[in-house]
């Protein structure tokens, strides 16, 4: 799966197919968590001039990834049999990376800015 169409994976092949009796609960909140990375990331770099308000997003993008993958797990305990055979865990994989990811950009910037507070 290439890495960037895994959040329309989501949106398109997994999100459609849960029952609806999860429309407010998981459905939501895998939405949301989906979204959520992404814009984080775009609205913490507006304020990478800020390091700590930087890191905040960061942080934040790293528990949404974290997030989805809890409520992708979900999926697949609830009602896994309704996926395509490995979808699920192919997705919880590149979330985990794109959350390694964000994290070592995190430490990254910490570096050159570290004896600034």
Same mark, same amino acid.
């Not at 994976?9 to 999100?15: A, D, I, M």
């Given at each position: 799966m290439e890495q960037r169409k895994h959040k329309a994976?989501?949106? !398109?092949?997994? $999100?459609p197919k849960l029952p609806p009796n999860e429309k407010?609960?998981?459905? &939501?909140?895998?939405?949301? @968590? %989906?979204? @959520? ?15 700590? !308000?930087? #890191?905040?997003?960061? %942080? &934040?993008?790293?528990?949404?990834? !974290? #997030? %989805? ?8 305990? $609830? ?9 699920? &865990? @192919?997705?919880?994989?590149?979330? &985990? ?16 800015? @570290?004896?600034? %507070?």
């Open positions: 994976v989501v949106r !398109n092949e997994v $999100l407010y609960g998981l459905k &939501d909140q895998l939405g949301r @968590s %989906t979204k @959520s990375a992404p814009a984080l990331i775009a609205e913490g770099y507006a304020k990478k001039h800020q390091r700590l !308000n930087w #890191e905040k997003y960061l %942080t &934040d993008c790293i528990g949404e990834c !974290n #997030e %989805t993958i809890v409520h992708l797990s979900f999926c697949k305990d $609830l009602c896994g049999h309704l996926f395509e055979k490995g979808l699920i &865990d @192919s997705l919880i994989t590149q979330y &985990d990376i794109d959350g390694k990811r964000v994290y070592r950009l995190k430490q990254a910037w910490q570096q050159p800015h @570290s004896s600034q %507070t």
